[in-house]
T-cell receptor, first 115, second 114 residues
Framework: AQKVTQAQTEISVVEKEDVTLDCVYE???????LFWYKQPPSGELVFLIR??????QNEISGRYSWNFQKSTSSFNFTITASQVVDSAVYFC????????????FGTGTLLAVQP | DAMVIQNPRYQVTQFGKPVTLSCSQT?????MYWYQQKSSQAPKLLFH???????NEADTPDNFQSRRPNTSFCFLDIRSPGLGDAAMYLC?????????????FGPGTRLTVL
């Protein structure tokens, strides 16, 4: 069975601190896809990144970076120099692909960035 | 800009009174999804359409129905809303096909049941 675990329910940091959100996944598939979504208080789920199982290259986008490690089944997300606008719930998700690409979500991590 | 639109953003209905939520997309995507998200929980997939093919999740109550009259529009009908159906309803789309595609979400409709 597929499963995504986000052990951190809530994280609170002060602006400009770095913060890492953890994501651990379980799957028996050899091909799979991992995602991060941001959900601000307005409610919309905003796509941040997709990573394929065969591509373990880490990625950096501005203040955001992602560390994908198949050996530990983890796909962690780091925000550098956090800002108040980063305050949101962050969801990690897993998919095996296929025609309909069903997403398995983690329970989310609420990040509060204090000014 | 290509996007996923949901109307209304906020919907208030009475216990047992049917309600319809709307989703439209300009992405020309093949797949449209409906999720239910209750407070402090992850989104839960209710069903999805691949083109005109409807796919219901096994644990979706019969109270929830969906229609997709064309590629651009998809509707969620709640036939007799109960207090437990109060939630955020999210529509998403993806291109579908080989491999996988990113799901793009609309802003959601927050449903209140009185």
């Amino acid at each position: 069975a597929q499963k995504v675990t986000q052990a951190q329910t809530e994280i609170s940091v002060v602006e400009k601190e770095d913060v890492t959100l953890d994501c651990v996944y379980e799957t028996r598939d050899t091909t799979y896809y991992l995602f991060w979504y941001k959900q601000p208080p307005s409610g919309e789920l905003v796509f941040l990144i997709r990573r394929n199982s065969f591509d373990e290259q880490n990625e950096i986008s501005g203040r955001y970076s992602w560390n994908f490690q198949k050996s530990t089944s983890s796909f962690n997300f780091t925000i550098t120099a956090s800002q108040v606008v980063d305050s949101a719930v962050y969801f990690c998700a897993l998919s095996s692909g296929g025609a309909t690409n069903k997403l398995i979500f983690g329970t989310g991590t609420l990040l509060a960035v204090q000014p | 800009d290509a996007m996923v639109i949901q109307n209304p953003r906020y919907q208030v209905t009475q216990f047992g009174k049917p309600v319809t939520l709307s989703c439209s997309q300009t992405l020309n995507h093949n797949v449209m999804y409906w999720y239910q998200q209750k407070s402090s929980q992850a989104p839960k997939l209710l069903f999805h359409y691949y083109d005109k093919d409807f796919n219901n999740e096994a644990d979706t109550p019969d109270n929830f129905q969906s229609r997709r009259p064309n590629t651009s529009f998809c509707f969620l009908d709640i036939r007799s809303p109960g207090l437990g159906d109060a939630a955020m309803y999210l529509c998403a789309t993806s291109r579908g096909g080989q491999g996988t595609d990113t799901q793009y979400f609309g802003p959601g409709t927050r449903l209140t049941v009185l």
